[in-house]
């Protein structure tokens, strides 16, 4: 199993680009998730999915849009990049959608850049 | 909502030696996960150790304990015989429908 892939691993943008982060994961987990993480700050949640065809907003949605079309896929879409948007994505899955009792698993992340 | 706080921007221990890394939670909900990440200089998070909210003892991985005391509503991870390689970000984690992370402690272990 290749567990939870992310690409690109770099992209720098600038300014009102758009741009979509590919997440794939071949586990058949239901639930998926996108976070950011910022220099020297924790994870905050932007978007996440329960299971295909679900998606539901976390702590940052704003400037972010998903879809969940197929269970292994969870792709993330800036649609005018700012620079305030410049930090670290990491995408994550777990088996179920709605247990809280399932830890997540973590793609290598994608460095973005806005400038 | 749900709220985790660690407290500790920063933590140093001596090389062999046990380290203690704080985490409080805040939810009304009683069905709840506690989880502990690692992440290294290199970047990737690492999942450490979980404990559910019905658990009665506290669970443990290796080196890695954590401590739950559910009414002081805490989820302390404990590292026993600290190593060099156990320097990196600590994350405590807790999910009730989707997960929240703390701001992280760095953890710096000396030889």
């Known amino acids: 199993n290749a567990g939870v892939t992310q690409t690109p691993k770099f992209q720098v943008l600038k300014t009102g680009q758009s741009m979509t982060l590919q997440c794939a994961q071949d586990?058949?987990?239901?639930?998926m998730s996108w976070y950011r993480q910022d220099p020297g700050m924790g994870l905050r949640l932007i978007h996440y999915?329960?299971?295909?065809?679900?998606?539901d907003q976390g702590e940052v949605p704003n400037g972010y849009n998903v879809s969940r079309s197929t269970t292994e896929d969870f792709p993330l879409r800036l649609l005018s990049a700012a620079p305030s948007q410049t930090s670290v994505y990491f995408c994550?899955?777990?088996?179920?959608?709605?247990?809280?009792?399932?830890?997540?698993?973590f793609g290598p992340g994608t460095r973005l850049t806005v400038l | 909502a749900q709220k985790i706080t660690q407290t500790q921007p920063g933590m140093f221990v001596q090389e062999k030696e046990a380290v203690t890394l704080d985490c409080t939670y805040d939810?009304?909900?009683?069905?709840?996960?506690l989880f502990w990440y690692k992440q290294p200089s290199s970047g990737e998070m690492i999942f450490l150790i979980y404990?559910?909210?019905?658990?009665?003892q506290n669970a443990t991985e290796g080196r890695y304990s954590l401590n739950f005391q559910k009414a002081r509503k805490s989820a302390n991870l404990v590292i026993s015989a600290s190593q060099l390689g156990d320097s990196a970000m600590y994350f405590c984690?807790?999910?009730?429908?989707?997960?929240?992370f703390g701001a992280g402690t760095r953890l710096t272990v000396k030889p």
């Open positions: 994550a899955s777990s088996y179920s959608g709605t247990s809280a009792y399932n830890e997540q698993f």
């Open positions: 586990m058949n987990h239901e639930y």
């Open positions: 999915s329960v299971g295909a065809g679900i998606t």
């Open positions: 939810t009304s909900d009683p069905s709840y996960g």
């Open positions: 404990q559910g909210s019905y658990d009665q």
């Open positions: 984690a807790m999910r009730v429908s989707d997960m929240r």
